[in-house]
């Protein structure tokens, strides 16, 4: 897994998501902007997180409190529930 560089700082964060709020946008193949990276951190539960980006390496981690997810700018990625889970997506650039 990847690591979220020091020269970049954190300006939003999402919501706290469920298994039951999770947004079906983030449940298949999609990017953050330019620059952008992600922080995706398990309060509770597990997510599994899946690189979909053709010009990667196929990737498939599963995500826990122990073992946050970072996303890439413009990598293509989704998120699949495996049970009950609450997570956010802290934003850096």
């Known amino acids: 897994m990847k690591t979220i ?3 970049v700082a954190q300006y939003k964060s999402s919501p ?3 298994q039951d709020s999770v947004p079906a946008a983030l449940q298949r ?3 953050t ?3 952008v990276w992600g922080r995706i951190t398990i309060l509770d539960g ?3 997180y899946r690189i979909t980006d053709p010009s990667q390496p196929a990737e498939e981690t599963l995500l ?3 073992r946050p997810g970072v996303v890439e ?4 990625h989704e998120v699949e529930v495996v049970g009950p889970v609450r997570f956010q997506v802290d934003f850096h650039r």
């Open 16 to 18: 706290v998501f469920t």
């Open 5 to 7: 560089p020091d020269n």
């Open 33 to 35: 902007a330019a620059g």
């Open 29 to 31: 193949s999609h990017t």
């Open 46 to 48: 597990s997510l599994l």
């Open 64 to 66: 826990t409190p122990e």
């Open 73 to 76: 700018p413009r990598i293509e």
